[in-house]
């Protein structure tokens, strides 16, 4: 969740969408994502919208405090059955992340999904998914997440090399992470993923085969791993500049990500998504899919975004800025942007290419077809899909896809 926002026009009032948003949406999957803001202390790579107790205090904190925010988000769901009508689609997935949604409590976690369940109705098969901080859970509040309906967990492991943790001011312990695989396939969790960052200043090969061995050992049925991004006006940001730790290159982050590819595959996972790798096709996250396929979501909560039909739009950015306009009966939506054709086939390109099953070729105009001819020849597109009329990278042209989509949207 960005802690930017982008420019747009005014949301209405009411959050109304524009008559053509609803066009064919029974076509469409609809799903929800629920963005809790809070967090025990602040990461020192982090740029999400999120803030501290600290932070919020003297700033509206109490209109928006942990305590009610359960129920504030909840009206927003509402809000959102007002906003799409008669729209007869049940909720495909719901995800909640964060900041940090654990430190909530379970019960309120089980809440906030209750009222989707209660304004949508949720499919027989749903996918219901929370993030989680490894130190802010335990069996019994697990157990009360799985009866409450969530039956995919996301936990933050992103080392298991102690040194590395303190970069990145992760305050858990190694060896948590994995322990909490376990506690979670103990209280009825089918689907476990375990998020994994490389890169990160003063990180060896070793310590990163050793993090994927750990992950791996653990027994999820999923991993991200995300190549470090060090984002201007972080902790970390003014670390590096001040030469405290090093910057790591483009160079590093590759190998790393041939390791990752070469640990994961030998152990069973296949990737699915550039940066994401499942044990098997249950094992994916359907949400991320619903997201980079183009589906409709609605984004609850300080900051998140929502995409309906060709129009997106995001709330305002602060906790008490959106208990305000709740408590005011207004959209907390900062702003919005209705897509043209153009942006959406851009878009497409730009999501799908990055998917193991790759974007149609009919998607591409001549230079873009030209592009994609010439990505081919040079090993950053499969031969055989490319036949079949798809543009699907190869291991090469995962290390450089953005370079690849930047070509293939002209």
Not at 276 to 291: P, Q, V
Request: include cysteine.
């Amino acid at each position: 969740m960005p802690s930017v926002l982008p420019d747009g026009e005014p949301m209405p009032e009411d959050g109304a969408l524009p008559a053509s948003a609803l066009t064919a949406a029974g076509d469409r999957p609809l799903a929800f994502y629920l963005h809790v803001p809070y967090c025990a202390t602040r990461c020192g790579y982090c740029d999400f919208n999120t803030y501290t107790a600290t932070e919020l205090r003297g700033s509206g904190g109490v209109l928006a405090s942990r305590d009610n925010y359960a129920e504030m988000v909840a009206e927003e769901v509402r809000l959102a059955r007002k906003v799409l009508g008669d729209d007869p689609r049940q909720v495909r997935t719901v995800f909640v992340g964060g900041g940090t949604p654990t430190l909530l409590a379970a019960s309120d976690l089980v809440r906030m999904l209750d009222a989707v369940r209660e304004e949508f109705g949720l499919a027989d098969d749903a996918e219901i998914t929370t993030e989680a901080n490894p130190e802010s859970v335990d069996p019994a509040y697990l157990a009360e997440l799985r009866s409450g309906g969530f039956n995919r967990i996301s936990f933050g492991m992103q080392s298991a090399r102690q040194h590395v943790l303190k970069v990145l001011d992760r305050t858990h312990t190694p060896g948590r992470p994995e322990a909490c695989v376990a506690e979670a396939r103990a209280a009825g969790f089918d689907h476990v993923n375990l998020d994994l960052i490389y890169g990160t200043p003063g990180e060896s090969d070793d310590d990163w085969r050793a993090s994927l061995t750990a992950a791996v050992g653990a027994g999820p049925d999923h991993v991200s791993a995300y190549a470090l991004i060090v984002e201007e006006g972080t902790q970390l940001a003014r670390r590096i500049r001040r030469g405290e730790v090093p910057m790591t290159d483009d160079d590093v982050h590759a190998d790393r990500y041939l390791i990752a590819d070469s640990v994961l595959g030998d152990a069973g996972f296949d990737w699915y998504e550039v940066s994401n790798w499942a044990t098997s096709s249950a094992g994916r996250c359907l949400h991320n899919e619903l997201y980079w396929r183009g589906a409709d979501w609605w984004g609850a909560g300080p900051g998140a975004h929502s995409h309906v039909g060709g129009v997106r739009w995001w709330n305002v950015k602060h906790p008490g800025a959106y208990a305000a306009a709740l408590a005011a009966g207004r959209s907390p939506g900062a702003g919005r942007e209705v897509l043209s054709a153009e942006d959406r086939r851009v878009e497409r390109i730009l999501l799908e290419l990055r998917l193991r099953e790759g974007c149609a070729l009919s998607l591409l105009r001549p230079a873009g077809l030209a592009a994609a001819g010439r990505a081919l020849a040079d090993g950053l597109l499969e031969a055989g899909p490319y036949e079949k009329g798809l543009a699907v990278l190869t291991l090469r042209g995962r290390l450089l896809a953005d370079a690849v989509v930047r070509d293939l949207v002209d």
